[in-house]
């Protein structure tokens, strides 16, 4: 069968010592817990003389002393339950708090190798959900249902070597709803893992249907959506409520059933034992008939929390299916395992016949090719869905070509390590993201050492160094989540700078000035090749302003490359580019200067 949650062991046994004590301490707890049944029956059978051999040895003939000596292993027992109740369930939660730590860190970890194929296709909330809910279950797990099922073990084991030590005939007869308990609760498990699995799919959309719209607030307030987006919340709400309350009706529904299985073995044993003492048929004492009387409810009623103990494996077991799921995925995009090194990289780039799609019946790029040489810019131009941002990811290796190479000095991508690959190129995506924290920790961001004069020259050159020295905190400002307290523009300037500050021989420029005006571009057109001095530059454009000034100039078109020169040749040629050029500057002279 499967049990994915079998799979924490290897986390457990890296803190052996502490699973060691919490182990131990729960087995001895677990005995003394029952031992006050046993107690109890030697107490009967010791004030009727028939008591253990060691009671009265210790006791020396004396009734003080036999008092004495039941008082006494009386406090002992409790006493010793409680040290012990203490000792494990301290260390199971450290160890359940230590394996939670681990294992988020280890499936975070995970997520950052996947490709970015699966970020686009999975929904955050399911994600969030993974790192969160998911490893939550399975620390509650290690806090309260792995105790419980050791716990049954040992109560199995204890109870059953007493009763056969005792009378073999009330151990069958108070034993036999055991089987038929078990049954019942293994055919449960079956019924509710299934309620739980969908639990965890629906709590999935629900975090996604919230994430998604907490990021948007901004869009639901400006289009007044809050009371349909309230609705949509709810619907998802109640739909987790639903699922929820399918495995509730199963899970109410098993106790009580369990619970009349169980007073038909309490009822065997005190008849059948009744009957043996009056009858004189049997050796069987009073005491002992107590013992069994109240050890067989020890035993079984914590039975009826099997079902519940069930609930917390199958919830334990549905959380690590996805966890460890992650985890067993095949990694598409991953660094070669001897990959080649360049000792200097140079920052030649060359696009071979590249054919890309992100669906079969969507081809984006149909045998792209061009050949950059170190230290030149290019521009890239074309209209909406030609491939241009398509061409800057296959660049960063987030996703590989389909057919046809491409090449970094001559060696392919899939031939470098990803790391390295991506430490030669610096990123200033359309996308902007900032982290929530200053404005120095996100320009600087990924740098362990950066000096403040770097950073600055950084901001300068992206031409927000001004803005930040109005601000009564300067670098130290926080930006606010995903920058919320800074224009578009102002974030777009500051990821500008990150790329710059990062010193990469080659430098991506992806719309990099779709969101500023017309003076900030201006701005950063004039410092554009001072930064980019001595860099292989990429810049993809929808301003061909931005680009007029490049090296040479490329336009896409459905994904080949369907014109090339610089400025004045392509506007001289008329076409593609000439009619974008036109369009951009209303219409009017071609502007060759």
């Not at 390590?417 to 610096?426: G, M, N, P």
């Not at 900030?520 to 454009?541: K, S």
């Not at 007029?548 to 994904?559: C, E, F, N, P, T």
Request: aromatic share 10%; with cysteine; charged share 20%.
């Amino acid at each position: 069968m499967d049990y994915p949650v079998l799979r924490l062991l290897p986390y457990i046994r890296s803190d052996g010592r502490l699973f060691s004590l919490a182990f131990g301490a729960s087995v001895l707890n677990k005995i003394l817990d029952l031992m006050p049944p046993v107690l109890v029956g030697w107490v009967i059978d010791s004030l009727a003389n028939k008591g253990p051999a060691f009671i009265h040895a210790l006791a020396g003939g004396s009734s003080l002393a036999l008092a004495l000596v039941l008082g006494g292993l009386g406090i002992g027992i409790f006493l010793g339950e409680s040290i012990f109740q203490w000792l494990y369930q301290k260390n199971f939660m450290l160890l359940a708090q230590k394996v939670q730590h681990r294992l988020r860190v280890d499936t975070y970890d995970r997520l950052q190798q996947r490709e970015i194929a699966f970020f686009e296709n999975q929904r955050t909330g399911e994600t969030m959900a993974m790192l969160g809910d998911d490893i939550n279950q399975l620390e509650r797990f290690l806090n309260n249902g792995f105790n419980d099922i050791l716990q049954l073990f040992i109560m199995c084991i204890f109870a059953s070597f007493v009763f056969f030590s005792t009378s073999l005939e009330l151990a069958v007869a108070g034993l036999l709803p055991v089987p038929l308990i078990i049954w019942g609760s293994v055919y449960y498990r079956r019924l509710i893992g299934g309620r739980y699995a969908r639990v965890r799919k629906v709590v999935g959309e629900l975090f996604s249907r919230l994430e998604n719209n907490i990021s948007g607030m901004l869009v639901i307030k400006s289009f007044t959506a809050e009371k349909w987006e309230t609705e949509r919340v709810s619907r998802e709400s109640k739909a987790y409520q639903e699922a929820n309350y399918d495995a509730i009706r199963l899970s109410a529904l098993y106790v009580p059933i369990i619970r009349m299985v169980v007073a038909m073995g309490f009822g065997a044993v005190l008849s059948l034992g009744s009957y043996r003492i009056l009858t004189g048929s049997s050796d069987l004492t009073a005491g002992q008939l107590v013992l069994f009387g109240m050890l067989i409810q020890r035993v079984l009623w914590p039975l009826t929390r099997l079902g519940q103990t069930f609930d917390e494996f199958e919830r334990a077991n549905a959380s690590a299916r996805r966890t460890f799921g992650l985890f067993d995925a095949r990694i598409a995009i991953r660094s070669p395992e001897n990959p080649e090194r360049l000792e200097n990289t140079k920052g030649r780039i060359t696009f071979d016949n590249v054919y890309f799609s992100y669906r079969p019946e969507l081809p984006v790029l149909q045998g792209l090719s061009f050949d950059l040489p170190p230290g030149a810019m290019l521009g890239v131009a074309g209209t909406t869905g030609a491939g241009k941002s398509t061409l800057v990811k296959l660049l960063l290796r987030l996703y590989d070509p389909e057919r046809g190479k491409i090449l970094l000095d001559s060696v392919p991508l899939t031939a470098l390590d990803l790391e390295f690959l991506r430490q030669q190129i610096a990123l200033v995506s359309q996308d902007v993201y900032l982290f929530h924290g200053s404005i120095r920790e996100n320009i600087a961001y990924g740098l362990t050492k950066a000096d403040e004069a770097k950073i600055r020259l950084a901001a300068r050159q992206a031409a927000i160094l001004d803005f930040i020295d109005e601000l009564p905190e300067g670098l130290d400002t926080l930006v606010g989540e995903r920058g919320i307290k800074l224009s578009g523009g102002q974030r777009q300037r500051l990821s500008l700078a990150r790329a710059l500050l990062k010193d990469a021989p080659i430098l991506v420029l992806d719309e990099a000035t779709s969101s500023v005006d017309t003076e900030t571009e201006r701005l950063i057109q004039d410092h554009l090749f001072e930064f980019a001095g001595g860099r292989t530059t990429i810049v993809v454009a929808h301003r061909l302003s931005t680009i007029k000034h490049a090296d040479s100039i490329i336009v896409i078109d459905r994904g080949r490359v369907v014109e090339a020169g610089n400025h004045q040749e392509l506007v001289a040629l008329d076409r593609i580019y000439a009619d974008l050029w036109r369009v951009q500057i209303g219409n009017g002279s071609f502007g060759l200067s």
